[in-house]
């Protein structure tokens, strides 16, 4: 079977001949919405940007959408990849790398360039959020001498606004 492990991400691809989506149990989009905290209209929109791709069942056009275990172990990595912030873009791309090279050489190397950049941003992000709470509590100093030296303490302001 084959496997793509990023961290707790494991996806596995099924073996043998055959579609390897429905390898594993089958899932109506419901199931699959439910397990992940999803709207249905988020799954169909991972669809319409090429990162799920589940059978369609009936004869109809556009029938019933049935998900293997390809689409959920997908649908996890989406999931986790968003959460730490990657653009559906970056998610899809390091997707692709899987079916492109068995030892998930490139694949590695395009999430570590990814990760990289991120944690690049959160640590700028955390020196701007740690200089904003230093510039905020600056100014809470300040105004509350201000009104100590005018008399005013902390518990009458809040009296009077209840007042």
């Not at 989506?21 to 089958?26: A, D, H, N, V």
């Not at 059978?55 to 997908?74: L, M």
């Not at 873009?89 to 998930?104: C, R």
Request: charged letters at 30%; hydrophobic letters at 35%.
């Amino acid at each position: 079977m084959d496997r793509l492990s990023v961290g707790n991400g494991v996806m596995e691809t099924g073996e043998g001949a055959g579609d390897s989506r429905l390898s594993g149990p089958r899932l109506a989009i419901g199931e699959l919405a439910g397990e992940f905290g999803l709207t249905h209209r988020t799954i169909r929109h991972y669809e319409d940007e090429g990162l799920l791709s589940p059978e369609r069942i009936g004869s109809a056009p556009g029938g019933a959408r049935v998900y293997g275990h390809r689409d959920r172990a997908r649908l996890a990595l989406i999931c986790r990849g968003k959460r730490l912030g990657f653009s559906l873009a970056e998610i899809k791309d390091f997707l692709n790398l899987y079916d492109t090279d068995d030892a998930q050489i490139e694949q590695m190397r395009y999430m570590r360039t990814i990760a990289r950049r991120r944690i690049s941003a959160l640590e700028q992000q955390l020196a701007d959020v740690e200089q904003t709470l230093a510039e905020l509590c600056t100014i809470d100093t300040q105004i509350s001498e201000h009104l100590r030296r005018n008399g005013i303490t902390e518990t009458q302001d809040m009296e009077e606004k209840h007042s």
